[in-house]
Structure formats: C-alpha cells, structure tokens
C-alpha cells in the first residue's frame, strides 16, 4: 500500500501491507492477521536454525550499509558466557527518510515480532528499541504495544526496553546507541571491537534497523527460498524495500517495491512524476548520505545495492529525495551541509571542522562572497573529510559536495562570478 | 609475540599493544599524536596519527589499531603525512595562529604548534577566516587554573586526565557539531563539580588552552617558556613523595611540572594542589632574609648576656597569643559547592582582608627584634646551648628536628644533640603524627614502616580496607590511585566517623563513633574467627600468641560492637568477611587511629585483624601507615626520636653506642645511654628542660591545648628557632635562624612506602639566608663536635656507614625513582614489600597483642555534647606557615571552618557561614561554620591549619601511654551562635 496514497499495481505490500489500517496496530488484530505465528515458529526453532534461514533469504541491512542480516547474527559468540544485547535502531534522523516511522506507526507488533525472533537467534535476554526521540506518536504506539504483547505473554522471559532518544541524529550510528543506551555522550566508538564481541554495557551485541527486523516474520513464514526469489535484478539484493520519497514528485510519501526496481519507475508511475511543466533534475536515492545523481543517471539506476553502487551511488536508508529544475543545488547541498555540521558529535577533527568549514564556504558562495578557489578549497576539504573519520558522518558531508561540484558545477560558478542573484542564509 | 613491519624495520610486540606503542617501544616516536596521552583511555578522536598499512583500504590511526602478525605499516606515506597537515589545517583554521605564519621561523609554543612547525602548515590569517577561533567554559577569576579556549583543539585530554587519572569528573565535552566546547561542570563552576584544582588538565594540555595563572602573573612569558633550568626535587608536602620538576627564573622558582607520567616516580605524573601551586611560599614577602636576635641581648666583654626585661614580659611582645586569637571575630568562610555559586559572590567581596595578609606574619611581630650577623646568631646559640649543658646538664636541653627537613639534615641535627650536647632529647613531630603506629608496629612485628609500596594498591590488591585517613584530601595522589583502583574493581571499605570522599564512594562505609576503632576491629575479628575465615596457615606458621587472641575478642560480638560504635551488626560482618577473602587486602591507615590517647591499642587493634587474615607480605596485601609529611618517614629513620639512633638501633646498648661514638669521633661517654624525652613530655614544666633548639617546627599550633605550650615556650631560658618565616613559636624566640625552603636544598626525603628520594636544589636563597644543613654543620662545629662535611651527600656517606639498611645507597643510584630501603648492598634493587618469609624479630614470628576497648577519654555530656575531631584540608598542610603563604591555596581556603551537620546547625539556628564560639574543657575560640553532611550528626571538625583559630587551644592533652600521643581526634565541645 502506498500509504498515503492507494496502492500501485507494481508495488509489492509486504511491509506496508497493513499501513493504515488501525485494527492492525492492536494485538488482537495483528494475531488475526497472522501476528506473532512465526515467533512461534522460531521459538520451536534452535537459534543458530535461525540465523540460517535469515542467511539463506539474502536478507539485508535496511539501515544504510547494507550488510548481510544473517551473517551479522552469525558473528556473535555460539557459546554464551556474557548477557546479549540486541539494540532496534529506531533512531531514524536521515533527512528523506521515514519508513522506519510508518512501521512503527502501523504495525508495532511486526517489529515486536522481529525483534523477539532476532533475540532469540542472537541469545539475547534483553533488547533496546531506541526511538527517535521527536517520534511521539510512534513511540506511544509501540509503548501500547509492548504492553500489550506482555500482557499477552508472547515476549516468553524476554526484556524489551523503549529508549527515547533525546534530538541527535548520530545516535543513529550503531555505537553511538550503545553509549546512548549506556547513559553517556552519544560519540560513535572506535571499531574494532565490534559491537558483537564488545558491544552495550561491554557485553556482545547486535544491532537492527526497524525495517530489517519487521522483515524478518514474514521469512520464516514463507521460507527463505521465497523471500530470495524476490529479486528484479541482482541476486545478492533480495526481498522487498520501503523508499521514502519526498521533493518535487506530485505524490510523495512511501512506496514498498522488490529489489531491483527501476527509480525512474518509481518517480514517474508511483509517485505520479514531476509537478506539472516541471523536468527531474537531480535525485538522491538512498538518504543524504550518498552522492547525488543528476537524471540521466536517475533515469537509468536500478533500486537495489548494486544497482546504486553501478551509478556512483548507494541505497542507503531508501529515502529518495527529488529536485527538479527549480531547484537551486548549491542552496539544496549547503542546507544538507548545514545538517552534518549541526549534526557533527565533533570528536574527530576532519568531521567538526570540516562539516563547519565547509558550511561556511557554501553560505558565503551562496552570498555572492565567494572566490573560484573556493571549490578547490570544497574539494580539498571533502577529500581530508572521506575516509579518515571514527564514522562515516563526515564522507556523508563530503558525499553530496563532491558530486554536487561535479555534476552542477556552473550552479556554484554562477554565484561566484555575480551570474546569480545573492541569497542570504541564516 | 607479534611481528610486523613498520616503516620497512621488522618490530615485534604483544598482540594487545597498538601500532603506537610497537612503534614507541622499538624507538620510533616520530607518529604525531594530538588526543593520544599515555596512560588515557584511548579515543582516536583527532586522527593525526593515521598511517598506511598495506592491504587496507582506508589510513589506520596507530594508536588505536592493534598490531598484527605481517602487518605493514608505512607511518610516513603520501596518504599519511597528506592526511597530517589536513588535520592541522583544520584544526589551524579556528586556532589563533598569526603568530606561525612566517613559516617556521617563530618558535612553537606548545606540543600543537611543533607539529605545525614540522609540517610546515601555514595558517590562514586571523582575519580572512571563514570560521570564528574557538571557546569554552574558562575559569574567570581562578586563582590558580585559567583557561583560554581559542586554543583548544578539543583533543579531550584534559576530560580524561580528569575523569580516568583522578577520578574526578569536572571536565566535559558540551554541545555538539562546530559549537563543541570543553565545560567545566553543568554550570563553569569548578567548584560546584567537585574541582580540586590538582591541575592534571594543566598538565596533559597540549596547546596550553588550560594553564596556570601565577607564574603569568610573576614572570615573563619568555621566561615561563624558556626557564633558566628545569630542576627534580620532591614535594614538601605530604608523605605520597611526588617528584616535582622546579622550573626556576631569576633565581626562583617559576613554574612546577609532574615528570613524565611514563617515569617510574610515585606520583607518576600527578601532583595535587599543593604540589603544583603550593610553591610560591619561598618567594613571600614574610621570608625571614637575616638572623633575628631579640632586643636586650648583648655582648659584653665577649660574652652575650641578657638586659632585657624579666618575668612574664622576657619574652612577650605587641601581639595577641593564639588563645587571644581564638576569640577574635572571623569572616566568613568562601562558599564552597553549597548552594551559591562562587561566580556569584565574588571572594575578595565578601571577605574583609587582603586575603594576602590573614596567614603572614603582622609587622608587629618583629618589633621585640634586631636584625643580626650570622656570626653573632650563632655565637649566641652556642654560648647559651653549651652554657646550659655546663650549669644544668645536656638533659636540660631539647631540640625538635624537623619532618620536613632532609635526612641529611636531620641526621646532623640528631649528631649534634647526642655528640655535642650528650643528650637524647630530640623528637619531633613524628610524635603527634604516626608514632602509636610505630609503636604498636615495633611491638607487633619489630617494624617501623610500611610493609609494602601505593603501587600495589593501585595494580594488585582486591580489597583495600581504610580506617581513619581522609586520603583524598590529606594524600590526594594516594587517594586519587585508591579511586582509580576502586575504579579497576577492587572492593573499598572504609573506617571513618566522617563521610569522605572515599567514605562516599565506598562499598562498605563503617561510620563509627569517634574512637571506638577497637571494638570494631575486635568485633570483625571474633566474627572471623567465628567462621573459621582466618589465614590458619599463616598464623600457624608466622605468629604467636593466637590463642590469648582468640580469648580476647570472644565477648565482643558484632551485636556489641554495634552498640558501641553506632555500626549496624551486619555492616561489621560484611566487612569481616570481605576483609578476610581478600585474596589480597591492603590495610591502610593515618590519623583517624593514630591521633588518640590510646592509639597504639587501636593500631594494634588493626594489626591483629591483618596478622590473623595474613594479609601482608605478598604484593597486594600491604600493610601501609600513611606519612603525614614528606619526610616524617625518615627523619624518624635518621634517628631523630628520642630512642634510637639511626635505622633504628637503641640509644642504651653500648655496643651500639661505642660504634656511632667512633663514627662521629667522639669519647662513647659523651653519648648518653638513656632514653630522650618526647615531644609531648618535653613541653612539660616537670620535664626539666630549660634550653630548646627548634628547627622547621610550629609547636605552638601544633601541640595539643596551646595555651599551655605557650605558656611553657615563655618561661625557657633559651630558644633558638630555625624557620622560614617568623612562626608563632619562632616570635618567643631568642635567636631566629633564617632556613632554607625545599627549593633550596639538595638532600633526600623518604616517603610513606620507604622511598629514598633525592631532591636538587633549584632556588637561590633569599638575603643572608643560608642552607639549613649548612647551618647545622657550623653550629655543630662551634659547638665543638667536628663536622667536616662540606655537602649533603657527603653527610649521606656518613649516613650509609651507620645505617646497614641504606648500606647500599649513593647519590648517583638516588637519581629517578629513587630507592625503596632496605638497600643492603650498592647491587640491592631496594625492597619494594617486606616480611615474605619472616618478620624481623628474634623467632621471625610477629606477635599477637590483645587489647580490649575502652571509651574515648572524653565523652560528649550535657555541657559539652558535641565530639570534635581535628585534621586537614586538602588546601593546607599542617600549622599553615607554608601553604597559608602560597597565594593559590590560601585563596581557595582563606578562613578557618567548622564543618557541622546541617541538622545540628538548624538546632543551634546556625547557617552557612554563621560564625560560632566552640568551647571545650580547657579553652574556646570562635570560628565560622561550615554546614556539611561530611560529618555525622553530633561531631563536629575543625581543621588545624589556622593560627586564628587554632584547633588544639581545645584538644586534650592526655597522653597514649606508650607512644606519648594526645588524644587529637576526640574532645567534647559545646558549640554557641556569636552574635
Ligand atoms: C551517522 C549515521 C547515522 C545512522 N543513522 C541510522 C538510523 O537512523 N537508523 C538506522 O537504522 N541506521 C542508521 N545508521 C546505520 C547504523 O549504524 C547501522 O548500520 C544499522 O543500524 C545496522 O542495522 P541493519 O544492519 O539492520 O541495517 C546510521 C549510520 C551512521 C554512520
Ligand atoms: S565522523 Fe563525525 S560524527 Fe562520526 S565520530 Fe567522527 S566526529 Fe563524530
Ligand atoms: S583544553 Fe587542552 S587538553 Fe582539553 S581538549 Fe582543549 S586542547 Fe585538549
Ligand atoms: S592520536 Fe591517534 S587519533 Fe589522536
């Protein structure tokens, strides 16, 4: 279902499919609707039995980098000799994305159900859902819902805490969370260790994103081998995935579609295409972490990892976000710098410096200030920004500067040389 | 082991170290580092150490990758050192670096800057920059720590030094993104989180971003970075022994730095506030620059002799006495982290002194004064020395030598008594200090020291059981390791009527009833023995008398016990049982036990509990008396105590005596065989001494109920005072000798865990000042006893000749960390625990020695139902002379205090800083209060620092039987509001 719009022919309601529907929301209504069978199932199951199936599927992190779910559960120690951690990344603050938040608003219980499978896979007594802490709406409703599966007793000894975030976006990072949940700075950790041998409170730990774990019941229900044929092009991308899509389309909102499906598809079918006289100009397909495309390249890329990565791109989080030919790029790309800079925990130098500084150049361009060594300068910046960074929060920065310099270049000139009328920024 | 290859030189290092320290380890230290510091917990945050390793797609930061078998580093590849001067660009770009834009002909201030300089990175103008410098939380007004934050460069160092060196926790990163500063508490108020200005952030800065105000303010910024030489020494203050580098500038001393914290010092790296801002006492205007004689001697045909007045007003003078003092009015003391904030009440306003002037010496005090050659001073001195020996006998006389003067120079002290003067009545403040420690120690296990070293605390015991030592306070680099040990895991249990702060963070508190430290520990002890928890094998194989032991503590069950000492049952249990598992526990003590009339039960008390645990002599289990000051250890070991000459043989053998007899040539009878006087005995009219010799001492604070003791120091007949001020004692002086400071002197100290160390001299003397040894040495020779030496170390060949146990220490093995004796031999690596095999007595079996508990000697009643306790501040030392003349100090902790329980105070309708007239059996005086939960309900403290209100004109003078201590911590008052 297109929620909020009506379903399109080509979509593929998984996920979505109860989006909507409020009955489904309640515990009642969800187990009519075939709710919490597979936890069931799971719990039948031996919890390596698990991680194999989610394997086998080609299940894959829907957070933004992609990594294989059941190999990720694989990692954590066979023999347990420490409490297990299981932390639900509901931090969802990637501008242009908001599937995480219709899951949660629709069907809580799916994700309840995931993440009880999950625990059970990974031997974990306890888990932490962190929700993103401007999501009230969401995160009552889950409240309603926790509540109501343990009263309902389905949770069988497990531990769910709700953990509101409180406004940072890079609490979102795996191990930001960790100290987040831990009670301090949320500073993303050096890696290694890993989360799976050294993860929240020092105890191993695994973490998912919303839309991964509400995944993952329909897989054992309907086996790997059906959720892996779910594929429109690479094999290695497999299932269905939820895009956000928000800019200048004249239906925005999200969209549930199999791997492998075209963007120009989605844009201009499902979302109903550009605003009347209005021509695609650019898209970012996976968030505001990856490089943008202009609209050949839109035009021609796949929706899955591979698809993205052939175009210069990733698939990221699945939050589209569109301009078309109003859109002033270098405002749009100073804004998305001005996030990283706001958002920047600032532990490592090239992110708070280099986030700030190169916010400040893109106002002071925008402003009719600036000079042609100033895109060097950019370029420079972002190339000391990628790569060198305890996360990856400064190559996000970097990301949307360097194809945006690239691929729009005479948008940057033109403020430069007096071509274009100043804009002021706050 | 692991091999791997960096920069083409094959290295190999344990799996668990880092490229770093591979690198460190195997002599390449050139891998720029900013946030890394060694020791912290490692963050990776700056990314300047990045380096290439082969196979890797993305540069790896060094000091946080792990080395692994065949890794490749390059440290300097194109990548890496590319990636070095982005980090600096950037970090440039809000740092105020105009200064470093002529390409590397300035030179680099600070740790930052060198790298700038090495890479040759060129900053952008102040002026043309897009972003604005940097700032911060930054201390305004601070009398000792500023910051100016332009140049920070948000390397977290200072947050970690704080929060993971010192476990405190006042330093933090707030906000986020480009508005990221460091901030100091919730509020910017140090004091409020709990600052306690050791200066650690200080010292791991490494652009100067957090500094020291007072050298800024004394010296030139060339002189501050450039100073003259940078000089070891040992810290005057207490007896952790931190080893401080004395920065010196015309002539003085400038700046204080800790050494590296990779050295093997005590400290290792830290310092408290003393240590770091408690230097500038050397350069007060109060230093006395000429010898002093007072008006109405003089020489007449050769000889000196008094004209002056006689009766009461011989030795008076134009000032009030302590006792007078004690009533004047006091001003508030500065707010501490109570309620307001001390940004909102600035501290010169609500104070209505020079803060400057309330410790020093008023002008007044001069006035029965003349100033002197040093050869009439002297002269003096040994005319009326000699001259009492000749009428009265060498008994007559007495000298108090000095815990913080050098071995050497006690040493000469204790020569010139015994050899010249042929008596044993020298003491000094050992005795009020841990002398019912040494007794009790003697008796127990024929020691007098502590069996093991602070090292082991930190790295190897599990259970670290404190009675009676506010070590945060009183030892704060001790107490900061304890923290960091509890920290590490090890289970803390402490002893103490007042919730310290290791009290407070504790796992077990046992707040007891002041004084009723036996029946607790007998009490834990029967519990033991009750569930069979003892170290049965070694008390089988290395004690005796286990079983009058057994009998004595069988009536004392933790139900008693707890009726006694306020202690609920099953706290004393639990503490038993945790004490007694150990595996390995440490048993620490100082003041709180050792301060009372009966304290060498009560250390014997806690000796017993330890012998039947066998919890000492293996690394981890130490028994460890805390020295109160940084040389009371061996001024106590160079035999300035009545008994012993050094390394503590008997005064009464004569076979010991002929051997030092021939050392010092001198006939064996000039040496006395009978035992001296003790501190506490010799201010006594009955003791017979009519001539007294002080040196580096204030008995006058000091000693218990002043009043008396001055009163005694007014009727001698001849007082000498060496000092370097003007001390309330030294004013009833005859002579004043103008000493020496720390700063001034080479010579060796020994701290609580039996550390020789060896201090250089750093600073010039001021005026006619002379060396404290060198006084010593002169006067010894005028006094006829031949004393050849020309230097501290020559005194200590001397030392080691006399002394087996330090047999095998020089100079040149004195150098770094020093040596922890015993040192039999010059090839001995020094002893850093003892008694593994055998204790030191005939049978080498340690005895038990029961004791029985028995009241304070003073309990509250009706008129006087509170119990106060005396001791430190974390921001003074002793009777106040040094540290109430360092600016820093003083000003933090300006006025004497009362802590009183916030309810008692409600009862009494006093608030905060309300001013009190406290009263006890023998005097009164009045002071402000101080409402605090640090102290139990019923109890009050008040410090001994302030000559105001000086704390023992109230304490009993009752003396412990066997080590002549007074009864310090314990003595009802009654408290009322002054109006
Ligand atoms: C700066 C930053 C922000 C992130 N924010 C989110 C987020 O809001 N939600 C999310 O699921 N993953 C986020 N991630 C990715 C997580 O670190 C992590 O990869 C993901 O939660 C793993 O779950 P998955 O394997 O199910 O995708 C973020 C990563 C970075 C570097
Ligand atoms: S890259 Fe940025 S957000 Fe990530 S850890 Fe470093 S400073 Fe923090
Ligand atoms: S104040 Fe100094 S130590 Fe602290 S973060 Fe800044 S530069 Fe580093
Ligand atoms: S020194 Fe390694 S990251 Fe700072």
Redesign the interface.
């Known amino acids: 279902m297109g929620y909020p719009h009506k379903p399109h022919a080509k979509e593929t309601a998984l996920l979505s499919k109860h989006f909507g529907d409020p009955d489904a929301r309640t515990y009642k209504g969800w187990a009519k609707r075939g709710g919490y069978e597979a936890w069931k199932q799971a719990q039948t199951m031996a919890p390596a039995a698990i991680t194999d199936v989610v394997k086998e599927s080609g299940l894959r992190g829907r957070g933004g980098a992609g990594f294989p779910t059941g190999l990720k559960w694989s990692f954590m120690p066979k023999e347990k000799k420490k409490p297990h951690y299981l932390c639900v990344n509901a931090d969802e603050s990637e501008p242009g994305t908001f599937k995480d938040r219709e899951i949660m608003r629709w069907t809580p219980h799916a994700l309840l159900e995931g993440t009880l499978i999950a625990m059970r896979a990974i031997q974990a007594e306890v888990g932490y859902i962190y929700i993103r802490g401007e999501f009230t709406e969401p995160y009552a409703i889950m409240e309603q819902a926790l509540a109501e599966a343990t009263k309902a007793g389905v949770l069988g000894g497990h531990k769910i805490h709700l953990h509101r975030g409180a406004g940072a976006y890079i609490c979102g990072e795996e191990t930001a969370m960790m100290n987040s949940i831990e009670g301090k700075r949320g500073n993303p950790r050096i890696k290694p260790p890993f989360p799976a041998a050294f993860g929240v409170f020092g105890m191993p730990t695994t973490i998912n994103n919303v839309e991964t774990l509400a995944a993952v019941p329909h897989i054992l229900r309907q086996g790997a081998a059906w959720y892996k044929a779910m594929s429109l092009s690479n094999p290695k991308s497999t299932g269905t995935k939820l895009f956000s899509v928000c800019g200048h389309v004249r239906l925005p909102g999200n969209y549930e579609v199999t791997m492998g499906f075209p963007l120009k598809d989605l844009l201009h079918e499902l979302c109903g295409g550009m605003r009347p006289g209005r021509t695609l100009k650019a898209c970012i397909p996976g968030g505001s972490s990856v490089p943008i495309l202009n609209r050949e390249e839109s035009e021609g890329c796949l929706l899955d990892y591979e698809g993205c990565v052939e175009k210069g791109t990733m698939l990221g989080s699945g939050g589209v976000i569109v301009f078309d030919d109003s859109a002033d790029m270098v405002y749009q790309i100073m804004r998305l710098a001005r996030f990283y800079a706001h958002e920047s925990c600032a532990q490592c130098t090239q992110c708070r410096e280099g986030t700030a500084w190169t916010t400040k150049i893109l106002e002071r361009i925008l402003a009719g200030q600036g000079k042609m060594a100033d895109l060097d300068l950019l370029l420079d910046l972002s190339d000391n920004m990628t790569g060198k960074t305890i996360c990856v929060l400064s190559d996000s920065c970097a990301a949307p500067v360097v194809s945006g310099i690239k691929k729009f270049r005479t948008e940057f000139e033109d403020y430069i040389a007096g071509r274009k009328q100043p804009v002021m920024v706050a | 082991m692991t091999t791997l290859t960096i920069d083409g030189r094959s290295v190999t290092a344990d799996p668990d170290r880092t490229i770093l320290e591979a690198a460190r380890a195997a002599g390449m230290s050139d891998i720029p580092t900013l946030c890394w510091y060694p020791k912290l917990p ?7 150490c ?1 380096v290439s390793v082969e196979g890797q ?3 790896l ?1 060094a000091c ?1 990758t ?1 080395v692994a078998d065949g890794m490749v580093v390059n440290t300097e590849s194109h990548a890496a050192v590319e ?1 070095r001067k ?2 600096l660009r ?2 440039l ?2 740092y105020p670096a105009d200064h470093l834009r002529n390409g590397g002909r300035v030179s680099p201030r600070n740790e930052f800057e060198q790298y700038v300089v090495r890479y040759g990175v060129v900053p952008t103008p102040v002026a043309e920059r ?2 604005a410098l940097r700032h911060g939380d930054e201390r305004p007004g601070d009398p000792m720590i500023r910051h100016d934050m332009s140049t920070c ?2 390397c ?1 160092r200072c947050v970690r030094a704080c929060e993971d060196i010192q476990v405190v926790g006042v330093l ?2 707030g ?4 508005h ?1 500063e460091i901030i100091v508490g919730a509020d910017g108020d140090p004091d409020r989180a709990g600052c306690t200005w050791c200066g650690e952030c200080v010292r791991v800065c490494p652009t100067g971003a957090i500094f020291e105000v007072m050298p800024r303010e004394r010296f030139t910024p060339e002189q501050i970075r450039h100073p003259a030489k940078v000089v070891r020494s040992v810290c005057p203050y207490c007896g952790v022994g931190c080893q401080l580098d004395l920065h010196v500038a015309d002539g003085k001393v400038a700046r204080v730095t800790s050494p590296d914290i990779e050295l093997n010092t005590p400290n290792q790296g830290s310092t408290c506030v003393k240590g770091r801002f408690g230097y500038d006492f050397p350069q007060h205007r109060d230093r006395l620059t000429r010898p002093l004689i007072r008006k109405g001697w003089s020489k007449q045909r050769g000889r000196w002799a008094w004209q002056g007045a006689s009766g009461p007003d011989r030795r008076g003078g134009p000032w009030r006495t302590i006792e007078g003092e004690g009533q004047t009015e006091k001003p508030a003391g500065p707010p501490r982290a109570v309620g307001k904030s001390v940004r909102e009440l600035p501290l010169l306003e609500r104070l209505d002194l020079d803060i400057r002037d309330r410790g020093a010496t008023p002008p007044s005090w001069y006035e029965p004064f003349r100033e002197a050659t040093w050869d009439e001073a002297l002269e003096l001195v040994a005319q009326e020395l000699s001259r009492i020996k000749r009428e009265r006998s060498g008994d007559a006389l007495a000298c108090f030598s000095s815990a913080k003067c050098s071995n050497e120079e006690n040493y000469v002290m204790m020569r010139m008594f015994r050899a010249a003067l042929g008596t044993n009545n020298i003491d000094h403040c050992t005795r009020l200090c841990h002398s019912t420690s040494v007794a009790a120690m003697q008796r127990a296990l024929n020691t007098s020291a502590a069996s093991g070293s602070m090292r082991e605390i930190e790295e190897a015991c599990n259970v670290i059981f404190i009675a009676g030592a506010n070590t945060t306070e009183s030892h704060p680099v001790f107490g900061a390791a304890i923290k960091r040990a509890h920290e590490r895991g090890a289970t803390l249990i402490v002893a103490d009527p007042r919730k310290t702060e290791l009290a407070a963070r504790a796992d077990l508190h046992l707040q007891m009833q002041p004084g009723t430290d036996v029946a607790l520990f007998n009490a834990m002890l029967g519990h033991i023995l009750a569930r069979g928890l003892e170290g049965k094998r070694f008390v089988a194989d290395r004690t005796r008398d286990f079983g009058k032991l057994r009998d004595s503590v069988r009536a004392m069950t933790p139900e008693v016990a707890a009726k006694i000492t306020g202690v609920p049952a099953e706290k004393i249990k639990r503490a038993a049982e945790i004490y007694a598992r150990g595996p390995n526990t440490s048993t620490l003590w100082a003041m709180g036990l050792t301060q009372h009339a009966n304290g060498t039960d009560l250390v014997t008390a806690l000796l017993n509990l330890m012998l039947a645990c066998g919890m000492i002599g293996r690394w981890g289990a130490a028994m460890l008396p805390i020295r109160g000051q940084n040389n009371v250890q061996g001024a106590s070991d160079m035999g300035a105590i009545p008994f012993v000459y050094t390394d503590y043989r008997t005064v009464k053998d004569p076979k010991i005596r002929d051997e030092y007899a021939r050392a010092w040539g001198v006939a064996p009878e000039s040496l006395s065989l009978n035992e001296g006087l003790m501190v506490t005995e010799i201010v006594k009219e009955e003791s017979g001494v009519r001539g007294m010799y002080i040196m580096g001492e204030n008995p006058i604070i000091s000693d218990p109920d002043i009043a008396h003791a001055e009163h005694w120091f007014r009727e001698l007949e001849f007082l000498a005072v060496q000092d370097l001020f003007l001390t309330e004692t030294a004013r009833y002086a005859d002579v004043v000798l103008p000493g020496s400071s720390f700063a001034e002197k080479t010579g060796t100290f020994v701290n609580t865990e039996r550390r020789i160390q060896l201090a250089h001299r750093a600073a010039d003397l001021p005026g006619q000042a002379r060396g404290d040894l060198e006084i010593l040495i002169e006067l010894s020779n005028r006094l006829g006893l031949k004393t050849p030496h020309r230097s501290a170390e020559d005194v200590m060949r001397e030392i080691v000749r006399v002394t087996p146990s330090w047999r095998g220490v020089t100079y040149e093995r004195l150098e770094g960390a020093g040596l922890q004796y015993p040192v039999p031999t010059s090839d001995s690596p020094g002893t850093a625990f003892l008694f593994d095999v055998r204790f030191p007595t005939a049978d080498g079996k340690a005895s038990f020695v029961p004791v029985e508990y028995a009241p304070p000697v003073e309990l509250p009643d009706e008129t006087f139902p509170f119990v106060m306790n005396t001791g430190r501040q974390l921001y003074h030392w002793h009777t106040g002379t040094m540290t109430r003349r360092a600016a820093g100090l003083d000003q933090r902790e300006p006025t004497p205090i009362m802590e009183i329980h916030p309810a008692d105070a409600a009862a009494l309708g006093l608030g905060d800083g309300d001013p009190a007239r406290v009263t006890s059996r023998r005097n009164s005086l009045t002071i402000s209060c101080r409402i605090s939960k640090r102290v139990a309900r019923g109890q009050v403290f008040v410090p001994f620092h302030f000559r105001e209100a000086a704390a023992n004109l109230l304490t009993n003078p009752v003396l412990d039987p066997y080590a002549k201590m007074a009864e310090l911590k314990c003595c009802a008052v009654r408290i009322e509001p002054v109006d």
């Open positions: 490692i963050v990776g945050n700056c990314r300047i990045l797609p993305k540069l930061p946080a792990k990636n982005g980090v950037l970090l770009e809000r897009d972003l460069i948000l977290t933090d990163v906000l986020r993104g480009e990221t």
